[in-house]
């Protein structure tokens, strides 16, 4: 089962997806979480991408395709996927074939911000925790390993607000491409995490 979680950045794609992961056993493929994860690694890629990520923008399309193209010929894809985070563009959607659903998270814009200023990622495990709506046992702890929680740097207000710009504008036509292709299924967020969960389940069925 191949997937797409497709909306704006905050409205929970990533943690539904670890939801989904666990359920359907396939993996979760965020390019933000590659896209860190490279910078840590200090290769090329990741120093090219760093300064569009710290502001808030797009990584250019030609570094970002083949990269996530040769990740779903690995292994663990045999089965299907969860590309949460891809595509963000219209060239990076039509490189990709074979999709059986995609999910449209959905939010006002109040909720995002929200989400997103309140967020905070482990850095071990990339845990996804909100100070207020999903807080962590202990402040600053991650549940699961024991890492260090941390804000990132592109959810800091003046990041976000880009973030939402950049979405608008060159995300947002992917909602109209997919729905004629009649794989779109519409998902409010504007409930608690269980019932979101709930929602995605039944659209894919
Ligand atoms: P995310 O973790 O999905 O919010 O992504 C963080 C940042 O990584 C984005 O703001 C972009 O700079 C970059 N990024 C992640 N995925 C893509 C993509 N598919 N295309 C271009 N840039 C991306």
Not at 30 to 53: F, H, P, V
Not at 115 to 123: P, V
């Amino acid at each position: 089962m191949n997937l797409i979680f497709l909306g704006p950045p905050g409205v929970g794609k990533g943690t539904v997806a670890k939801f989904v992961m666990e359920k359907k056993k396939i993996p979760q493929i965020s390019t933000g979480d590659l896209l860190r994860e490279e910078i840590k690694q200090d290769t090329e890629l990741g120093n090219q991408a760093k300064s569009y990520m710290d502001s808030g923008q797009l990584v250019p399309d030609e570094l970002i395709i083949n990269f996530l193209k040769e990740r779903i010929q690995e292994d663990d894809c045999k089965k299907g996927f969860i590309l949460d985070g891809f595509p963000r563009t219209v060239p990076q959607a039509e490189a990709l074939s074979e999709i059986d659903h995609v999910i449209h998270f959905l939010a006002n814009e109040e909720t995002i911000i929200q989400r997103l200023s309140g967020r905070r990622t482990c850095r071990k495990c990339r845990a996804i925790f909100h100070i207020k709506n999903i807080p962590p046992n202990v402040e600053g702890v991650c549940d699961k390993c024991s890492g260090e929680l941390y804000q990132r740097a592109d959810d800091q207000p003046k990041a976000i607000k880009k973030r939402l710009e950049v979405y608008e504008q060159q995300t947002e036509p992917l909602i109209d491409f997919y729905k004629e292709k009649g794989l779109l299924k519409d998902v409010d967020t504007e409930k608690p995490l269980d019932g979101i969960f709930k929602d995605v389940l039944v659209a894919l069925k």
